[in-house]
C-alpha cells in the first residue's frame, strides 16, 4: 500500500511517497528509524505526529483501536470552532458533538502519514529529496510577443466582417 509522508522539520515540510509496510500496525505518537522505510534516509529518526484516511478523516491520538470510530469531541482536534454570526444568543458553552475519527493504529485505511523529525540524520533533508523549485517566470519579451500574437488574429477577424459588407453595399448598388 502506498503512504503519503509530509515529513515536517523547522517550518518546511517535504513529500514522499512510498510504499512501505513498516508502518502497518504502528500508532499515532510512536517513533520509526528512517532506515526502515527509505534508505536515503539513514540516521533519521522520526515521530508520527498523525495521520489521515482515504475519507480525509483524521487519525486522533487519543482513539485507541483501528478504522473509524463514532467519538464524542469537544473544540480541538477534528472538530472546528464555530463562528460568530451577528445578531445571534450567545456561543454555546461545553458544546460536544458526535464526529468520525480513525483510530490511532495505522492500517490499510490510512492513505497521509505527518512524521517530525526527532533525530537528525547525516545529510539535511533539503539535500535529501532536493530543492523544490518555482516554475520560472516569463521575461517581459515573451509576454509582449505572446500579446501581440493574440492581437493580430482579432485584428484579422474584426477586419473580414467589414470586407464583407463593403460586398453587400456594391451589390445594393447595383
Known amino acids: ?5 509530509n515529513i515536517s522539520q523547522k517550518g ?9 509496510p513498516v508502518f502497518n500496525g504502528k500508532k499515532v505518537g510512536e517513533s520509526v528509524a528512517g532506515k ?7 540516521g533519521y529518526e ?4 498523525g495521520a489521515s484516511d482515504k475519507q480525509g478523516f483524521p487519525a486522533l491520538a487519543d482513539v485507541e483501536g483501528m478504522g473509524l470510530k463514532r467519538v464524542l469531541l469537544t473544540r480541538g482536534k477534528g472538530l472546528r ?15 460536544k458533538l458526535r464526529k468520525s475519527v480513525h483510530a490511532n ?9 505527518n512524521l517530525s523529525v526527532i533525530k537528525q540524520g547525516t545529510k539535511p533533508l533539503e ?7 518555482k516554475p520560472e517566470e516569463k521575461t517581459e519579451e515573451e509576454t509582449k510577443e505572446k500579446e501581440t500574437k493574440e492581437e493580430e488574429p482579432a485584428k ?9 459588407g463593403d460586398e453587400k453595399s456594391t451589390e445594393e448598388g447595383k
Not at 522520526?46 to 505526529?49: A, C, D, L, M, Q
Not at 539535500?127 to 523549485?133: I, P, R
Open 105 to 113: 493504529t495505522i492500517d490499510e485505511g490510512i492513505i497521509q502519514i
Open 156 to 164: 484579422e477577424k474584426k477586419e473580414e466582417p467589414a470586407e464583407k
Open 1 to 5: 500500500m502506498v503512504f503519503k509522508l
Open 46 to 49: 522520526f515521530k508520527i505526529t
Open 12 to 20: 518546511k515540510t517535504h513529500k514522499l511517497e512510498i510504499e512501505a
Open 81 to 95: 470552532k464555530v463562528k460568530k454570526k451577528k445578531k445571534l444568543r450567545k456561543p454555546v458553552k461545553g458544546l
Open 127 to 133: 539535500e535529501v529529496f532536493g530543492k523544490e523549485e
Open 36 to 42: 526502515d522505510f527509505d534508505s536515503r534516509l539513514d
